[in-house]
């Protein structure tokens, strides 16, 4: 099966204990340019849901759906799952990235850090 769960990679990368904070980077560009990226708690990403795919329905993943990597956080809306994921970094802040707001959208469109804010 074509996925991974992040608890796997956070398992493998053994992250520093001050990391809270998850970044996904994209290949693609923000609406209003520039990388676009978004971010997770660590402990959200713990979550047997938080995935990376690579494939979809057991076929290489499309481009239109992301490929090569696309993050799914199952408890997060849509605009956080990033396509087309390039790099992962951890970090002890969201606030250390970009504008501080979290993640692309978050900086440029004014959208909450989470689905339940």
Same mark, same amino acid.
């Given at each position: 099966? &074509? ?9 493998? =990368? #053994?992250?520093?204990? /001050? ?8 290949? !693609? /560009? !923000?609406?209003? !340019? !520039? ?17 990376? $795919?690579? @494939? ?7 481009? $239109?759906?992301? $490929? ?5 956080? /199952? ?6 799952? =990033?396509?087309? =994921?390039?790099?992962? @970094?951890? =970090?002890?802040?969201? #606030? ?5 707001? &979290?993640?692309?959208? @978050?900086?440029? /469109?004014?959208?909450?850090?989470? $689905?339940?804010?």
């Amino acid at each position: 099966m &074509g996925i991974i769960p992040i608890s796997k990679i956070i398992e493998l =990368v #053994k992250p520093d204990p /001050e990391a809270k904070n998850s970044c996904f980077y994209s290949f !693609g /560009e !923000g609406l209003y !340019g !520039g990388t676009y990226y978004d971010t997770h708690t660590i402990d959200n990403c713990l979550k047997p849901q938080s995935i990376l $795919a690579w @494939e979809m329905n057991y076929k290489p993943l499309p481009l $239109a759906h992301g $490929a090569p990597l696309r993050l799914r956080i /199952e408890n997060q809306l849509g605009y956080k799952m =990033v396509k087309w =994921v390039s790099s992962i @970094e951890f =970090v002890t802040s969201h #606030k250390s990235l970009g504008k501080g707001f &979290g993640g692309k959208n @978050e900086d440029d /469109e004014y959208f909450d850090l989470l $689905a339940d804010s």
